[in-house]
């Protein structure tokens, strides 16, 4: 099991960055480097989407969405990912949930059955 704390949401204008971090607890460091890690997002009224993933080897995948805009990053030494948001827009506007994947050496999915959860951070653009 694995354990997922975000920080780094606040409100930002629109054209600003925020940088999100995670910090997993629960696998230890030779493990942590064997996952993959997420980022999925929920808007107001709306359904849980993708956003970002990096697996395992560092290989990145962004939403359409974010491309250009946002990165994923991660420090198997820290046991974290980071997400750097650029040019925010309000459509932006979520909750922003780190993900780590259930599987050891897995590929990078959509589905949200395939990651654990954190609780979520705020991250609010105003226009």
């Known amino acids: 099991q694995v354990q997922l704390v975000e920080s780094g949401g606040g409100l930002v204008q629109a054209g600003g960055s925020l940088r999100l971090s995670c910090a997993a607890s629960?696998?230890?460091?030779?493990?942590?480097?064997?996952?993959?890690m997420g980022w999925f997002r929920q808007a107001p009224g709306k359904e849980r989407e993708f956003v970002a993933a990096?697996?395992?080897?560092?290989?990145?995948l962004n939403d359409d969405s974010v491309k250009g805009r946002f990165t994923i990053s991660r420090d198997n030494a820290k046991t974290s990912v980071y997400l750097q948001m650029n040019s925010l827009k309000p459509e932006d506007t979520a909750v922003y949930y780190c993900?780590?994947?259930?599987?050891?050496?897995?590929?990078?999915?959509?589905?949200?059955?395939?990651?654990?959860w954190g609780q979520g951070t705020q991250v609010t653009v105003s226009s």
């Open positions: 990096i697996s395992w080897h560092g290989v990145t």
């Open positions: 993900t780590a994947g259930t599987r050891t050496y897995g590929l990078i999915s959509r589905d949200s059955d395939e990651w654990y």
């Open positions: 629960g696998r230890t460091f030779s493990s942590f480097s064997n996952y993959c």
